[in-house]
């Protein structure tokens, strides 16, 4: 029975059962009847935009309609989870159209840091995934950094057409979406939830014109992203929220760092060297010796070395190493979704043990 209602806002089949899936409406919502679904109530009542996360089945469905369109893509990507947050095949999922690459959360990288290198570093890496971007813009949804500067490019390069947002879970969607919306004068009325024709899946539609609109597209969740499997606690504790203030551990061959127990790093050969730590300010770091990280890790893990909290332990993937051999410039080696740790130039050999699945990867510095 229920799979027969659909959301007269966006068209995703109606649901009763989990309040964090696609398409769910309380019982009583039911009788109503004009249902709509949690994500529609919202944006209708209160202007605002919620992220449903979607199997990547549908998903990919979702995003293969795109290619059918004539539009511009704007795909939002977490700088510091790059490889979690990058979904591969986009280009060819939305039929080659253009595709503007947004950088979020720039508000928490230290000063510093050159943002050019940022951009170029963005730009790179989608290409080595195979995505060729427009342009690369970093902005701050949070803080409404660079908002001004990417509408303009959005409404440079849109030419009439529509806009479709996309980016996986916990990029900073919403917040996104959220401040468009705001930014938007006479907000109220020009929202509107209107169903995308031949789909069922959800797409909220925010009028740009008269004759076209930016689309939200519900985010994807990459189960290799840190985020998802880590506790919400420890989430919060890895995420950083505020400027990251750098820690500089002047290390010895065969010493070790743990960043909480969710990194480590073994310094295994090279001589005495800074290493610079770019993590949440809130993540703990524990130096050790090389000799003694494996029994640290296995009698105080939780403890001592934390997070992982007891909720997460119970979900982390069994760490794996990478080991890397760093003889050019100073190098950035990037645990995808925690920050990165900066190895001065020189000859280094560092071994690198993250949880299965979470991307460990080098770039020239930042900084
Ligand atoms: P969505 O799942 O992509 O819709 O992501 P949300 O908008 O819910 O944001 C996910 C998390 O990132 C939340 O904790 C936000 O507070 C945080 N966030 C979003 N935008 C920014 C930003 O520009 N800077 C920072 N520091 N955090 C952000």
Excluded at 72 to 91: E, Y
Excluded at 121 to 147: N, P, T, Y
Excluded at 152 to 170: F, L, S, W
Aim: glycine fraction near 6%.
């Amino acid at each position: 029975m229920m799979t027969s209602i659909v959301c007269q806002g966006c068209g995703v089949t109606i649901q009763t059962e989990n309040p964090d899936a696609p398409g769910f409406a309380p019982s009583s919502a039911l009788e109503r009847e004009d249902i709509i679904c949690k994500r529609c109530f919202r944006l209708k009542n209160y202007n605002e935009v919620q992220d449903v996360p979607y199997q990547d089945d549908d998903f990919l469905e979702m995003l293969n309609q795109i290619s059918e369109t004539d539009s511009l893509i704007v795909n939002l990507i977490d700088i510091f989870d790059f490889n979690g947050s990058f979904i591969p095949g986009l280009a060819r999922l939305t039929g080659n159209n253009p595709i503007i690459l947004a950088g979020n959360k720039m508000d928490v990288l230290p000063k510093s840091v050159n943002p050019n290198k940022v951009k170029d570093w963005l730009r790179k890496s989608a290409k080595d995934l195979g995505m060729k971007v427009e342009d690369v813009f970093l902005i701050s949804a949070a803080k409404g950094h660079g908002i001004e500067d990417l509408s303009a490019a959005i409404e440079k390069m849109r030419k009439d057409r529509d806009v479709y947002i996309v980016g996986t879970t916990n990029v900073g969607k919403s917040t996104f979406i959220n401040r468009l919306i705001n930014r938007t004068n006479g907000v109220k009325d020009a929202i509107t939830t209107s169903y995308f024709p031949g789909t069922t899946l959800g797409f909220i539609d925010i009028p740009l014109d008269e004759t076209s609109s930016l689309f939200d597209t519900p985010g994807v969740i990459h189960r290799h992203q840190i985020a998802h499997c880590v506790s919400d606690r420890d989430l919060k504790l890895i995420t950083p929220k505020k400027e990251i203030k750098p820690m500089v551990f002047q290390l010895n061959t065969k010493q070790t760092l743990f960043l909480g127990g969710l990194v480590r790093l073994d310094f295994e050969e090279g001589d005495r060297s800074s290493f610079i730590c770019y993590v949440s300010n809130d993540l703990p770091i524990h130096r050790t010796k090389l000799e003694k990280a494996e029994d640290l890790y296995r009698n105080h893990l939780g403890e001592l070395l934390s997070p992982p909290d007891k909720i997460t332990m119970k979900q982390l993937p069994e760490m794996k190493t990478t080991s890397f051999r760093i003889s050019e410039n100073k190098t950035d080696i990037v645990v995808s979704g925690l920050g990165w740790i900066t190895v001065p130039e020189g000859s280094v050999s560092v071994t690198v043990h993250a949880p299965e699945g979470v991307k460990v990867s080098l770039r020239e510095s930042l900084i």
